[in-house]
């Protein structure tokens, strides 16, 4: 049912995807080259993913995001700046423009420096809220690691989140080893607005607050704190419309080569033994998933038909039916999962739907899983329904929207027309039409036999009386 030339579009598509399923041209922008030394292990792990790394400085006269109207990169990490500014080429209004165009960012920030104006301008465009003075540390007094920050509880040990909560099922699919730990080391935080286009991927503990070491005293005042437990997101994201990804680490630390591996990755809880970090994975995850390498849902195919017994000719995607036709519509999905092409599968807890809709939905139905049409790397949902007696212009559609996951808004519009003079049933066929027939035979023969009696009974013969003449 499928035409030749999708099935050809498809298998172009699947070969020449790379590690990423928007391209793997990376821009890290630093205040100089040689720092990325202190990032090596997490920039070697993103070259040995297939990305093609280009360093570049703010204030470089050679950077530019755009050539020619389209993206010169595919992705753009911000390592932390001390300048204030980050010149011409990466203004609030460039980084918008760069997401409109579909580009990933990845930002980290310092408490040791403030984040630059553009940086902070755009969070704040995206409802992403950093402190007034736009530094600020995060400390707990509870969960820290009593070997590097004994004296000032900066570097917070954190579990990774649940690996069967729906909205982090991307980055802890398969879970984390029960002594690792992700280790925060002296790092921001972000406030979070009601956006439903943000989400975060790890808080800081109840216990937790911000506060500036160096405007602040050893006692913070409730009354000055930008804000504190969950209300923090350590890391955060942002997926816009366009299905392009932000991402905002508070602690560039935290993915230095020193917390990824080795004995000074170790770290130990207060009354708890040494455990590994979780850092080196965690960063793998976060990137991986800005970067589009992962929670990339794709649409193979559409297809809707009649679903009627008698038809002959069953076409494919018509773009007529008719009221009260029974139709079936099938969708195929994928999901790029770091190297390849699976079939997704929706969770047990949530619910594919489909909307045959005209201003507003006439049917909202499941979709349920279609065995028959799916494959290892692509699922098919189908779902069978009959088409309201309403004539007019309506749209299948499918609209899936979850966290960490790309958006899938799919419309396909068709006419419906009403019923043809020859396509209305037969009077006879429908019983609650029998009573009325009876009615009309019962009158039509009634006035037949008073025509026949009217016609061939006789008049009656008057008898004629005679006439006498008088005489005189």
């Not at 699947?14 to 990032?39: F, P, Q, W």
């Not at 589009?292 to 007529?320: A, C, D, F, M, Y």
Request: glycine fraction near 6%; charge should be negative; include cysteine.
């Amino acid at each position: 049912m499928k035409s030749l030339l999708s099935f050809l579009v498809l298998v172009f598509v699947t070969v020449v995807s790379a590690i990423s399923a928007t391209g793997d041209r990376l821009l890290v922008i630093l205040d100089d080259v040689a720092e990325k030394a202190s990032y090596s292990k997490f920039l070697g792990d993103l070259e040995s993913r297939g990305f093609k790394i280009s360093y570049e400085t703010p204030k470089s006269d050679s950077l530019h995001l755009f050539h020619l109207g389209e993206r010169a990169y595919d992705h753009v990490v911000f390592l932390p700046c001390k300048s204030k500014g980050l010149g011409p080429n990466l203004t609030p209004n460039v980084l918008l423009q760069f997401i409109n165009a579909k580009g990933n960012i990845l930002v980290t920030l310092s408490s040791g420096s403030a984040a630059p104006t553009s940086l902070v301008s755009l969070l704040s465009e995206l409802d992403i809220q950093l402190p007034a003075d736009r530094t600020g540390l995060v400390v707990d007094h509870f969960n820290y690691d009593s070997a590097s920050a004994a004296d000032h509880h900066d570097v917070l040990l954190l579990p990774p989140p649940h690996p069967t909560r729906l909205d982090v099922k991307d980055f802890f699919g398969a879970g984390a080893l029960s002594d690792e730990l992700i280790a925060y080391p002296r790092g921001a935080a972000v406030a979070l607005g009601p956006g439903e286009l943000l989400a975060p991927i790890l808080r800081a503990p109840r216990t937790a607050y911000i506060y500036n070491p160096k405007e602040q005293g050893e006692t913070v005042v409730a009354d000055e704190l930008f804000a504190a437990g969950e209300q923090l997101a350590l890391v955060a994201t942002m997926q816009a419309r366009n299905s392009a990804r932000l991402t905002v680490v508070g602690s560039a630390e935290m993915l230095q080569d020193k917390w990824f591996d080795g004995e000074a990755a170790k770290v130990q809880k207060v009354g708890c033994q040494a455990a590994k970090t979780f850092n080196r994975e965690f960063a793998k995850r976060v990137s991986g998933w800005t970067f589009q390498e992962i929670g990339v849902l794709r649409v193979n195919w559409i297809e809707h038909h009649l679903n009627e017994v008698g038809v002959l000719t069953n076409e494919s995607n018509p773009k007529i039916y008719r009221i009260k036709n029974d139709v079936t519509y099938t969708i195929s999905l994928s999901e790029w999962s770091w190297t390849s092409w699976t079939a997704f599968h929706v969770p047990s807890n949530d619910a594919l739907q489909l909307e045959f809709s005209m201003l507003s939905p006439f049917h909202r139905l499941p979709l349920s899983l279609d065995a028959e049409h799916s494959t290892s790397d692509a699922a098919a949902y189908t779902a069978s329904f009959r088409l309201p007696d309403q004539h007019g212009i309506f749209n299948f559609k499918v609209n899936y929207k979850r966290p960490f996951l790309t958006n899938i808004e799919e419309k396909n519009t068709v006419s419906v027309r009403h019923m043809a003079h020859d396509e209305w049933p037969r009077s006879y066929v429908i019983s609650g039409a029998w009573p009325w027939i009876a009615g009309i035979g019962a009158t039509v023969t009634g006035w037949l036999a008073f025509c026949a009696l009217w016609m061939y009974s006789a008049p009656v013969q008057e008898k004629k009386t005679a006439v006498s003449k008088k005489t005189q």
